[in-house]
């Protein structure tokens, strides 16, 4: 059965720490792994990754997946309150995504 | 773009009742997602819809529930009859196909049946 899990489930850090949000998955006919940022409302779209060992990045966020050993990290940096979120990923298969149960990020000020 | 729209965005019923949950998706995008979402199962897919049409109603955890998309800007999830254990925030999300491009979605609907 398909299957993300994400680590850790939870993590409390201060402004201006740096983190690193995990993301395992097994996936039949896997083709891309996505993050989202889900604050109290709807998730948004961070990144899509489909090749292994390409980084992306958008500001103080980057990603990257690892497609032989099967996990996609998420780096933040200098991290502010207002990145305070869940974080999900999610890997799709030939047409759906299946969610992780996300990382609850809190950042203190 | 006004990005994917639901209504209500809040509903509070009691048990017995019916729920209907509505969806717009983002123009142009032919693929519909709805999702549901509690603390203890995250976010699960309830029926993916493909140019209208209903692709995988798997996830639907029983008869109770329904899913409609009568033309490529609506789509609707009933609920008959509701349950308490329905209560939890439905999601609808769409994209320009599938798994390949990313899912928006929208505000969601908080339901909670009493």
């Known amino acids: 059965e398909d299957k993300v899990v994400q680590s850790p489930l939870s993590l409390v850090v201060h402004e201006g720490d740096t983190v690193t949000l995990n993301c395992s998955y097994e996936v039949t006919n896997f083709r891309s792994l996505l993050w989202y940022k889900q604050e109290k409302k709807a998730p948004t779209f961070l990144f899509m990754l489909t090749s292994s060992g390409i980084e992306k990045k958008s500001g103080r966020l980057s990603s990257i997946l690892d497609k032989k050993e099967l996990f996609s990290i998420l780096n933040i940096t200098a991290t502010q309150t207002g990145d305070s979120a869940v974080y999900l990923c999610?890997?799709?298969?030939?047409?759906?995504?299946?969610f992780g149960t996300g990382t609850r990020l809190k950042v203190l000020a | 773009d006004a990005g994917v729209i639901q209504s209500p965005r809040h509903e509070v019923t009691e048990m017995g009742q019916e729920v209907t949950l509505r969806c717009k998706p983002i123009?142009?995008?032919?693929?519909l997602f709805w999702y549901r979402q509690t603390m203890m199962r995250g976010l699960e897919l309830l029926i993916y819809?493909?140019?209208?049409?209903?692709?995988?109603d798997s996830g639907m955890p029983e008869d109770r529930f329904s899913a409609k998309m009568p033309n490529a800007s609506f789509s609707t999830l009933k609920i008959q009859p509701s349950e308490p254990r329905d209560s939890a925030v439905y999601f609808c999300?769409?994209?320009?196909?599938?798994?390949?491009?990313?899912?928006?979605f929208g505000p969601g609907t908080r339901l909670t049946v009493t």
């Open positions: 819809f493909n140019n209208n049409v209903p692709i995988d």
């Open positions: 999300a769409s994209s320009f196909g599938g798994s390949r491009y990313e899912q928006y």
């Open positions: 123009s142009g995008h032919n693929s």
């Open positions: 999610a890997d799709s298969g030939t047409y759906k995504y299946i």
